[in-house]
Structure formats: C-alpha cells, structure tokens
C-alpha cells in the first residue's frame, strides 16, 4: 500500500468531489440500500438489527467512517478502516460465525458501483482513469481490510462485479422486510421517491428482483434539479424531500 500521500484519498482525486455532495452519497446509499435487502449475507444485518430498526440512522454512521477514510490524513484513514474491521469482528464473535469474505467483497463493490454511477448521473461521466482511481481508493480500502481475492483493476473488476451479482443476490422474507423498515421511517412519499431514484441507478438483474417497472418517474426531474444546483435552490428540494429531523445531518454531507 502506498503511504508517502499526506492522505489516504488525494485532494485532487474525483473520489473527494463524489464524495464531497450530499445527493451523490444519498443516491450511493439509495443504490447499496436495495442490493443490501437482495445479497444473500443479509441476516447478518438483522444479527446487529441495526439496519431494520434505524435505516437512516445507520447511513448516517457509515456515511461518517466513509469520510473519516476520504477526507482524512492516512493514519486517521487507516484508523477508521481499522475501527471498522474490528467491529465486524465483534460482530462475528457474538454471533459464533464468519462473515464469508464474498460478502465483504460485495458491500466494497457496491460502494464502487454507486459512486460511478451516481457521479455519473448528476454530473458527467467519467474518464477510464477517474474510474481507475475511485477503484483504487477502495481497492487500498479492501486490502486493509484483508479482503482476499480483489481484481487488480477496474477493467477486471467490472468482470468480478457481474460475477458476485449473479451469484450472491436472492430475494427473500428479509428482502421484504427490510423494505417494510424503509417505509415505515421514510413514509410513503419519501417511500416512493427511494424507489424512483433507485430504479435510475441499479444493475437489471436487481430490478428484476425488486419488480421494479421500467417506467422512470424521477428521470425527466433530474435536468430540473441540476438547474437548481446550480441557482443554490438544491437545498428547499432536498428539505422537501427528506425527513426534517435529518436536516442538519444531510447538510452536513456537502464537504466544501
């Protein structure tokens, strides 16, 4: 692993501007929210009952490791990503078992996929080496985490990518029940909009899964939103379509 950066992600590194916007991280985790319901090492989520029993709350305290990683220097980095192995330690000493290293693999995945693809969807794509550098990051990411068997490239991971999709995902009484909790803290509005923004941005084999339609209600919204990125007004649709008791913690996610 290289250490001579002052920080585990350069400061001019696109990992920092998908990272550094409150609407990238939200549809990030609007994406891993419905393959976490989908992979098939999902009762370890209900071992905890984190998850089911406070979905916003626990984006929040990953979204926080999450720039404890980014945003900090490597040492505080490696820290944080030391901190999070020794909690899912804990986790499995509780329980008696291992977490299988396919899972881990595919939370890692996850978070490459949704960062390209939610980049890409609110701003611009991205170049083969933006796309190379955001692998690395979590690439370094996994291999503190002693991750075994991670592709040595973007180019080889879209391949793992697929393969983990097809043979770790399943729908299941959890599946259902994990959308329940995200409607019942969500309501039915804000329900809605979690479906409409997850269906722009997850692979087809997860749609099929969710019976999701192909109709994409939120996709002529998005120019719109861009605009009022632009003109500072962002923020009054954010207000409207997120819980009111989150406000300070999703303004928090904008890193200026």
Same mark, same amino acid.
């Given at each position: ?16 501007? /998908?990272?550094? !916007? ?23 989520? =209900? ?39 020794? /909690? ?15 899972? =881990? ?29 955001? =692998? ?17 490239? =973007? ?15 399943? !729908? ?49 919204? /998005? ?8 003109? !500072?007004?962002?923020?009054?649709? !954010? ?18």
């Amino acid at each position: 692993m290289n250490t001579s950066n002052r920080y585990f992600v350069p400061e001019n590194s696109i990992v920092r501007k /998908i990272w550094g !916007k409150s609407d990238t991280i939200l549809f990030i985790f609007a994406g891993s929210a419905a393959e976490f319901a989908l992979n098939k090492a999902v009762d370890w989520l =209900y071992f905890t009952g984190r998850l089911p029993s406070d979905p916003l709350g626990r984006l929040f305290s990953t979204v926080a490791y999450a720039r404890a990683i980014v945003f900090s220097d490597e040492q505080k980095a490696l820290a944080a990503i030391d901190k999070i192995s020794a /909690i899912h330690g804990a986790v499995e000493n509780s329980r008696g078992a291992k977490i299988p290293d396919w899972a =881990y693999r595919d939370v890692l995945y996850m978070l490459i996929h949704y960062s390209v693809v939610s980049y890409e969807l609110l701003e611009r794509k991205l170049t083969v080496q933006e796309k190379e550098e955001v =692998y690395d990051v979590f690439f370094r990411l996994g291999s503190r985490m002693n991750l075994k068997e991670l592709p040595g490239s =973007y180019t080889d991971w879209l391949i793992s990518r697929q393969q983990h999709l097809e043979a770790d995902l399943a !729908k299941s009484n959890y599946s259902t029940d994990l959308y329940k909790q995200y409607k019942k803290h969500l309501g039915s509005f804000r329900y809605r909009v979690l479906i409409e923004s997850q269906k722009l941005i997850v692979p087809p084999c997860v749609k099929a899964m969710l019976n999701f339609t192909n109709r994409h209600r939120l996709k002529p919204f /998005i120019p719109f939103y861009k605009l009022c990125r632009k003109v !500072k007004l962002d923020g009054a649709v !954010k207000a409207l379509l997120l819980p009111s008791s989150y406000k300070a913690q999703i303004n928090a996610l904008d890193y200026d």
